[in-house]
């Protein structure tokens, strides 16, 4: 392999035709700053006389061209160093062949000055459009986050829809039937077929099935263990795509082909880590399945395979007492040790049965709940939607329903619940109500606080963004007006002006001049200190220290407790980020005369604790409600040490102040 002979950054540099045309632009310049002979064009030549300028001075002054294009192509560096070489073309002129020399060096430093000025706004301009597209690139990330939140969202719904209908009844054919429903309303397929392994005989047995022809299920209602597609499915436990089943060379019978079912999947459903049975979902058209509806299908698949093993399981334990007693241990164990709240009551509104996450959620004893009224356990303005669900269980327009209703605790507190009901039967005929509720109080307000969130972060986005703008404006913008406009001034001047008053006021230009590049400075710091990326998460924080005691005259004090040490650049960002937010909030509401910021590196953990002695607050019961009781900055400070796997406490309490503690993991 041949040696590279110049460095890439170098080749690609030389390559860029805009290097050679800004190369000739200079030189062109400089030929015409340095040859007596090449004159300007008279049109030109006229406006020199009539603004009263020299033809060296317009020539000094078209440096700044190449100059800012430098800076447009290249950055500040660019600018710069084309700065620094049009000052050596126009020194030797201006110093030895120039009429009138101070004028000459007046003009050179003039656009020397100028030139790094406008290569360094442009080079801030640049950065502030990165910054920018770094916010939208963070938006558009949040979007896509609360997208799959609500695909989420959807697919739990499903899988909730479908187990209310399977779990209405523990009879075999009932449920079957069920399901089927739910599938073909979940999928939107138009046939569903489902088969139940027997172990014994190492057969599939065609149990229930839709949007098939009687010849189909004559031809298929048994399936040997490997044979086909549900017969390797159930063999194999692992899901099937067919593109197009009338055309695969592995079907065995003709009536598959006759009955022209093309795209489907078959799923196995699992019930106890063993396959019980296999789930297909088929359309007569070409349809292409995505993996997520083949995932979808698989959880539904399993929820059958429970609910037909429970099924089968009621129907065997039914032949005989003992059997049933079985049964009815097992359901009961499955009853108490449910998570969610479950509660029976007879058609008299009266609760004849309830398990222990029943007496969690609602703070009543058994005996206690035996002796109510089903009704009394819910809030007066959702009853309606209580007895409505009841009223159609009973008319039997629905056999099941869900709702969302609110829950009356014995302390008297309400919370939400999701409200999922069916009918019990005996002997066919309807003796009880069924509820399983699920408390959805912390779900609601975590939604809610998440929707007040995204709309309070978009709306600190654009203030933040309007406030830079209009301190660039306000500030920035309107010195560099006043600097150009003086160096105009200056220059119509020179001819009437000593030389100590070209110094004077030279002298005041620089001083303007570094005046705008210290408040573009303090901008940049704002947004991002300098001293975080070159010098560590340390420096940085005796930096926002300092800063905060120097505007605030707060006594803000730094202690470094163990051995010190760099850490990864998202973990200082984090950290310097959650202390500056808190200073921040120190230095506007807490009133304090203190503050302390204290890093502690321990061998697993690094900890950051900010204490200060202000008034202090009353901080809400749980950090998801921070957002609605606008601690937007405490809010974000949580967020942030969540995603890096840490924690944030924060304990407070009026006339005591605040203290704010951020671990991370090592």
């Known amino acids: 392999m041949k040696q590279q002979l110049l460095p890439a950054w170098l080749s690609n540099t030389i390559r860029r035709p805009g290097l050679w045309l800004l190369l000739a632009t200079f030189l062109t310049i400089t030929l015409f700053q340095y040859s007596e002979e090449i004159h300007h064009p008279a049109f030109l ?3 020199n006389e009539h603004l009263g300028l020299t033809r060296y001075t317009v020539e000094r002054i078209l440096y700044l061209l190449p100059i800012i294009w430098a800076g447009v192509m290249f950055g500040y560096r660019g600018g710069a160093i084309t700065s620094a070489a049009a000052l050596i073309c126009m020194l030797p002129r201006a110093i030895f062949i120039s009429e009138h020399p101070e004028d000459a060096l007046v003009e050179t430093v003039v656009v020397f000055f100028v030139g790094n000025l ?24 949040l979007e896509s986050q609360l997208h799959v939140i609500e695909q989420s969202e959807n697919r739990l719904a499903a899988l909730n829809k479908t187990s209310d209908v399977i779990s209405q009844s523990l009879e075999l054919e009932q449920v079957l039937q069920s399901a ?30 839709r949007g098939v022809s009687d010849e189909f299920v004559t031809g298929t209602s048994t399936i040997k263990l490997g044979e086909g597609f549900n017969g390797r499915v159930a063999q194999t436990g692992e899901p099937m795509y067919v593109e197009d089943a009338s055309e695969d060379p592995r079907l065995t019978r003709l009536v598959l082909k006759q009955e022209n079912i093309r795209s489907q999947i078959i799923v196995p459903m699992t019930a106890k880590g063993k396959v019980v049975g296999t789930l297909a979902a088929a359309v007569h058209s070409y349809r292409c399945f995505l993996p997520e509806e083949v995932e979808l299908l698989t959880a539904i698949a399993n929820q059958i395979g429970v609910a037909v093993d429970n099924a089968r399981l009621y129907q065997q334990e039914q032949q005989a007492a003992e059997k049933l007693r079985t049964s009815e241990q097992k359901y009961r164990e499955l009853f108490e040790n449910a998570h969610d709240a479950i509660w029976l009551h007879n058609l008299d509104d009266s609760i004849i049965a309830a398990n222990s996450a029943c007496v969690q959620l609602t703070g009543y004893s058994l005996d206690e709940l035996r002796n109510l009224k089903a009704m009394q356990l819910i809030s007066k303005d ?26 009356i605790k014995k302390d008297g507190s309400e919370a939400f619940i999701e409200l999922a009901s069916s009918l019990v039967f005996a002997n066919g005929l309807p003796t009880a109500v069924q509820h399983i509720a699920r408390d959805v109080t912390e779900q609601k307000r975590m939604q809610e606080n998440l929707r007040f969130l995204v709309q309070q972060i978009t709306r600190a986005q654009e203030e933040e963004r309007k406030r830079i703008a209009q301190e660039l404006h306000d500030d920035t913008v309107q010195s560099i007006v006043v600097h150009a406009r003086q160096i105009d001034d200056l220059i119509m001047r020179l001819n009437n002006l000593e030389k100590d008053d070209i110094a004077k006021h030279l002298e005041k230009l620089y001083e303007d001049a570094d005046n705008i590049r210290q408040s573009v400075h303090r901008v940049s710091q704002d947004l991002r200190p300098a001293t975080l990326d070159r010098l560590g998460l340390l420096p940085a924080l005796d930096w926002v220290a300092s800063r905060t005691a120097k505007y605030s005259g707060i006594n803000v004090k730094v202690e470094i407790i163990g051995q010190e040490r760099r850490l990864s650049d998202e973990e200082e960002l984090v950290l310097f980020r959650i202390t500056q937010e808190a200073l921040q909030n120190v230095e506007k509401h807490a009133k304090a005369t203190r503050a302390e910021v204290r890093v502690e590196f321990g061998e697993k953990r690094t900890r950051v604790t900010i204490k200060d002695d202000g008034k202090g607050f009353e901080p809400p019961r749980s950090v998801a409600d921070l957002p ?21 406490v924060i304990a407070s309490e009026i006339g005591k102040g605040t203290i704010v503690t951020a671990e991370l993991p090592v």
């Open 45 to 47: 030549a006229d406006l």
């Open 118 to 141: 406008t290569a360094y706004s442009l080079e801030l301009l640049r950065k502030e459009r990165e910054r920018r597209a770094e916010l939208e690139i963070a938006q558009k990330l």
């Open 180 to 209: 089927i429903t739910s599938v073909v309303d979940v999928m939107v397929v138009e046939a569903v077929r489902i088969y139940i392994l027997n172990e014994k005989q190492g057969m599939l047995n065609l149990s229930a099935h």
């Open 382 to 407: 959702t009853q309606k939607t209580a007895k409505n669900i009841e009223r159609l269980l009973l008319a039997r327009q629905t056999s099941g329903s869900r709702g969302e209703v609110k829950l």
């Open 628 to 648: 609605r009781f606008g601690r937007l900055g405490l809010a974000g400070m949580q967020e942030r040490a969540h995603l890096l796997g840490g924690t944030l």
